[in-house]
C-alpha cells in the first residue's frame, strides 16, 4: 500500500454532506472520494498549465514571423495547380 500523508482540512456543511452521500453511493471512503477530487483538480490545472505553455511558445512563433516582415518574392503556384495537385493525391471526395 502507498504511504499515506494524514491532512487535517475543514470542510463546508454541504460539502460534508455532499461527500459522505457520493461515498456511500460509490462504497468507498470518505477519504477515497476527496483523493479522487484532488487528483481531479491537480490534472485540470497541468492541462490548463500546458495549454497555456502550447499558446505562449505559439504565440512566440507567430510574433517572431511577424517580425521578419512580408515575403517579396512572388508565389510559383496557382491555386488551380494546387487543387490539380490535391485530387492527384487523394483523389476528388465527390467520388
Avoid: C, H
Avoid at 30 to 47: C, F, H, K, N, Y
Avoid at 50 to 59: P, T, V
Avoid at 72 to 82: G, P, V, Y
Amino acid at each position: 500500500m502507498t504511504t499515506m500523508i494524514r491532512k487535517q482540512v475543514y470542510l463546508e456543511p454541504r460539502q460534508n454532506v455532499q461527500i459522505k452521500q457520493l461515498a456511500t453511493e460509490r462504497k468507498t471512503t470518505e477519504a477515497d472520494v476527496i483523493r479522487e477530487a484532488i487528483d481531479t483538480l491537480l490534472g485540470e490545472v497541468a492541462r490548463q498549465r500546458r495549454a497555456q505553455q502550447a499558446w505562449d511558445e505559439a504565440l512566440a512563433f507567430m510574433e517572431a514571423r511577424y517580425a521578419q516582415g512580408t515575403v517579396s518574392a512572388e508565389r510559383t503556384w496557382t491555386r488551380d495547380e494546387l487543387y490539380e495537385e490535391r485530387l492527384g493525391r487523394y483523389g476528388n471526395p465527390a467520388d
